[in-house]
């Protein structure tokens, strides 16, 4: 069967939520992903920022294979050893607290969001349940978590939406404080916008709000789902800035590749469920947790964080130069770590389709803005290679 056959098959056979890339993909090593035709690309997507050992990276995938050999899968009902190995690692590389393990994103932030008001009623004997978030976050696609979302678009034709959730402007902390009163529970943002365009707040931002929910009794929940497991440079990003954020939640590239997510409260706070409260069937599935603990193990052995901090050093300057080359087309290159975006004044899509085809995998996100998130590990020559790719596609695009 050829590619467009496959490609008008997956359209016949599944619901129209995607709009995926005519190739159609079989295998991947590190940065470099092959489709059926055999042609190889830079992965510079990594699955929105998941793979971020690159693919099927040797160690995780034989702690898989050990792990599935020996336990699969026996509910929250039992404990098994795996998720008291990762819970104390994840322990010790956030804060010392407490963890619930579920499958994605979206239920981490349902888990803070039900976490926190839980923890105003039951713990603090409040009436509190309204949430602060920021315009042009993204929290999820669930009902809840749209609307804590402050993007319109993911919520048209889906009212009506769980109530009590306020929308601020971004890195605006005056516009914070004016927005929490008497009944709000808690601040949730993300340190990094991702879906939002990668924008970055002032440094000082995280800071400021800490200080702002401890003054006025809210909680402060940090969305790290993309900014996690050294994206930024940081293990976490809330680590860049020293401060305690009371929950943050986690996702993407926490399970390797595999589905995994994860919530870790301050004891007191995470003190507030009690079983039965919250729960889910397959959350801290023993491969899962396999996969995340070589994930964790070889972060830090090889030290990824800041290898972020280097290759995104890298990627950002070749990408300024271009700005400079072709100022027409690109209005602003930011990022932290290997979190990068680059804006531009024209065609978004264009330009991605153009990197796609010429065997670069980037995504377009608010339909001008480029994100770049290789994996951790990518080598200094792929990122040379990436920004030949890019340089050809401006070239092609502005016929310079
Ligand atoms: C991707 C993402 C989510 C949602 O994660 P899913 O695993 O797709 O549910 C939530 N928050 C942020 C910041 C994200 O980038």
Redesign the pocket.
Known sequence: MNVNKKHGLFQELFMPTYAPFEKVFVRGKGTVLYDIEGRSYLDFCSG??VNNLGHCHPEVVRAIREQTGKLMHISNLYIHNVELELAELVAGMTFPGRLFLCQ????A?ETAIKLARKYARAALKQDRYKFVTAMGS????TLG?IAATGQEKYKVDFEPLPEGFVHVPYDDLDAVSEAIDDKTCAVMV?PVQ??GGVVIPKDGYLKGLSRLCADRGVLLIL?E???GFGRTGTLFAFQREGIKPDII?M??AFGGGLPL?GVMARPEVAAAFSPGNHATTFGGNPVTCSAALAVLRVMERENLPERAVTMGARLISGLGGMKNDYPELIRDVRGRGLMIGVELIGNGKKAQDLCNSKGLLITCIQEKVLRFTPPLTVSAEEVDSSLEIIREVFQEMTGK
């Open positions: 929105i920022a994605s994103g979206a239920e932030n993204f929290h999820g696609r978590t993300e991702g879906e969305d789902v993309q900014t939640t996702a993407k997510g």
